[in-house]
């Protein structure tokens, strides 16, 4: 019988570009903020390269995490990373239309479970009025309760975010990535930087599969940015990767929570929260797990149980749901708490490093921030941002089934056509890897994880990529 | 692709709505057609119905419903020709998405249909209980798959996703997964089971281990899957605190059986997955009198036979409900924890009473089930179960009125 190794069934991207040319820039990571960064400075007029490791963007950290667009209520007073997420949320919430990304505003509660707690609430909302954000409500527990019916009678009270939101956290930075081509970026996926010097005109960089140029790198680099980061010859920072675990609850517990419930943060972690999410489903999570490792993403029973059991407390009516999916995602700490954006003029190379839980909702602001920090205009002039379309897999407008046309839907749990898949599979911005189809279709994410649609879908994966990878 | 010009197809109105085109919503369409019902479709989501026997290559199948013995695909050819032959209207590549008011809307290729059926059948079948589901430590990989998916590799894309496997799992449908990966080359490296014992007949470890040189593991209390990456390494389990490394570049996640689909928990009342009490009737009723639920979709799987006579009955219990229709007044049968399933765990009260109760106990136990009514014993009833095999219940012959208490309470020795 002839094998089919399910690791393998992606030829590594081609580059569809000149390897001598100089780029203006080169941003290395293909991770929400490094497409971000990517998107900005093509938007305005610099020959703009994109260097991942992975064969496809979103391999590193930006593959896991809550899918919640924040507003910033409780970042650390006047930072970085405040300013950061607050452009980023405002700037998403104005691009969302232009480009039609998923977004869905449900607020958010931090919900106090002891008096302990409910006295914490008040100083919450001082630091978030602080933080420039108004529309901070307390609620009684009868409010709370009245508004999250199924929510534990045990909670006291909370306090109200509006605007928190829930997005589709891959489609989001693949528009970004697809902006920046259409705009005249190039990409270099399944390339690892490895080393570099500057020639005195421009960076060189090595990486696993040829040499490129540059006159300014942008090291987004996640989880390796400290690693990268060597390359420009000082060591400013160390990234301690923090893994994060998470439990989701099928489809059909979606309706038991219609805001994003929070704890009241402790000292040592922002907690557990219980949130809906773009997809239709119940998110519970993370977990915050300082480690060495810059790929053990491992899930440990233990933990997931602990989760499940904090879900059950929070909402006891998950009780009746089944679990449909676990994983967990690494998030790139450093050993700084605050976010590490270093620019060095002298050596042309801009850190952006330790961007880890916010990275999501400050992407587009920090790109902003880089871009203006960078101080070098590429053009007087760039072109209205070029329209871009990405597919839709939230459930908050019609997806590819509620159409006609399809030949037959693959994945029955989470409803993905044959279309979709093939969709995914095409192009520079196609899926590179099977959790980048995953991230941009859903199939094999339901409940059955696969039972019904992997060997369907290893087969059309093969038959895109045009012949045999066995 | 939310440019495709989107077409509004007007309701049709049908008198049967059967979901699932499997051994049992074939056998109830065929039943129906020869009981003169007419008006009933069966829809499926797949292109080609028969449902999963068309993936499983071993034997065994149809004894019982055609007099011989025959490979899977044959089994479901043979259900959908016989389906075909009495005239049954099967349409593929529909899938429910939701009951409303007697209402089944369909995702389909032509647009989102939409059925007014005056009774609808949910033969939905069921599925395995994935890694994820379990909570299994480890690495995730595209090489951690069910024996469902495995079957599918093998039997529909005659491909072989590994070179050496770890089987999870001790049920009937494990042992189908050795016969899998023997077929397709693939070496297994070990069976591991959490339980004291293997989930099936006692000599089949010993076979397993001799004639297909499987080890058997039983009694594991933990496993982790190692790798690096998205690549398997294999898997550590841990038994009586010790520790062994199994290497393997794939784990197949075998057996617990639950009932597929989401619409039984959502659009169903009172239908529960968790412990099945309040789900059918003696006669495949739901508390929504329009729909009935046959087969594996009731809990995990049994035989294809079982679900094929399952279906049958539904469908004679569908055509008297059309002939005259009477509220349904019903007594839910409340079960112990430690039963898994148990049905019909609604009592109609206005039908001849239940022959039987069939359940199945979640370990292997040994007790006394007491049947309680209105919390008096009515039944006692000597237990030695396996969580493999049916356990039937004589009816309690006691009249059961509305607003009754039914349990079923177990007492392990």
Known sequence: MKPIDLNHLFSPKAISFDPDEVFDVAVIGGGVVGTGIFREFALNGAKTLLIERGN?????????????????????????????????????IQLKDELDLSFRNTSAVVVAWNEEQAEKLEAIQAKGFGNGVEELDLLDADQLHRREPNLSSEALGALLVHGESLIDPWRAPLAYLKQGIAAGGKTAMSHEVTGGHHTGEYWELETTRGMFRAKTVINAAGLYGDIVDKIKGSEDFKIIPRKGQFIIFDETAFDLVGTIILPVPTKITKGVVVTPTAFGNILVGPTAEDQESRTDSRTVEETLEDLKAKAYQIVPALREHRIVA????????????????MVNDAANWITVGGIRSTGLTSSLGLAKHIYELHDTHYTDTPPPPPKVTTPNISVFTPRDYEQEGYDRIVCHCEHVTDREIREALRGETGAGTWGGLKRRTRAGMGRCQGFNCAAAVAEIIEEEQGGDHV | M??????????????????????????????????????????????????????????????????????????????????????????????????????????????????????TLLALGARETPRSSRLVSGIRSPDIITTGALQRFVYLHERAPFKKAVVIGSEAVSFSALMTCRHAGI?????????????????????????????????????????????????????????????????????AFTPEGSILQTDVPDFNLRNHSSNVTQNYQTTNPNIFVAGNALRGALTAFKCYFEGRDAARAIHASLQTSKPLRTVSIEADDAIAWHTPSLIDLDADHPRLT????????????????????????????????????????????????????????
């Not at chain 1, 963007?57 to 405040?82: C, M, R, V, W, Y």
């Not at chain 2, 069976?191 to 001799?210: S, W």
């Not at chain 2, 000597?382 to 219940?393: G, Y």
Request: charged content about 25%.
């Open chain 2, 2 to 119: 939310s440019e495709q010009p989107m077409t509004e197809h007007p309701i049709t109105e049908i008198d049967v709505a059967i979901v699932g085109a499997g051994p049992s919503g074939l056998s109830a369409a065929i039943e129906l057609s020869k009981l003169g019902q007419k008006n009933v479709v069966v829809f499926d989501r797949e292109a080609e119905a028969g449902g999963v026997p068309r993936h499983c290559g071993h034997t065994g199948f149809g004894i019982a419903e055609f007099y011989r013995p025959m490979s899977g695909p044959d089994y479901a050819a043979k259900l959908v020709e016989t389906a075909r032959r009495h005239g049954v209207t099967l349409t593929p590549r529909s899938s429910l998405l939701k009951i409303k008011e007697e209402v089944l809307t369909f995702s389909t290729p032509e647009g989102l249909k939409h059925y007014r059926a005056q009774r």
């Open chain 1, 56 to 92: 496809d963007i979103l391999e590193g950290a930006s593959k896991g995490n809550s899918a919640i667009l924040h507003t910033g209520f409780d970042a650390p007073p006047e930072s970085l990373e405040l300013a950061c997420v607050k452009r980023g949320y405002e700037e998403y």
């Open chain 2, 358 to 413: 069939t359940l199945r106990f979640r370990r292997s136990t040994r007790g006394t089930l007491l049947t309680l009514l209105n919390g008096r014993e009515v039944m006692r009833t000597r237990i030695d179960a396996v969580p493999f095999l049916n356990v039937t219940l004589p009816w309690f012959d006691q009249d059961v009125k509305e607003g009754d208490r039914v349990e079923l309470v177990y007492q392990e020795e």
């Open chain 1, 326 to 341: 676990t994983f967990a995602g690494l998030r790139p700490a450093s050993d700084e708490p605050q976010y590490r954006v």
């Open chain 2, 187 to 255: 070496e297994v490296a070990a069976m591991i089971e959490e339980a004291e014992r293997i989930q099936m007949f006692k000599p089949l470890k010993n076979a397993a281990e001799t004639l297909l040189k499987v080890p058997v593991h039983t009694g594991v209390e933990h496993i982790v899957i190692e790798g690096e990456g998205k690549n398997i390494s294999g898997v550590t389990i841990r038994k009586n605190g010790t520790e062994t490394f199994i290497e393997c570049d794939g784990v197949i996640f075998s057996g």
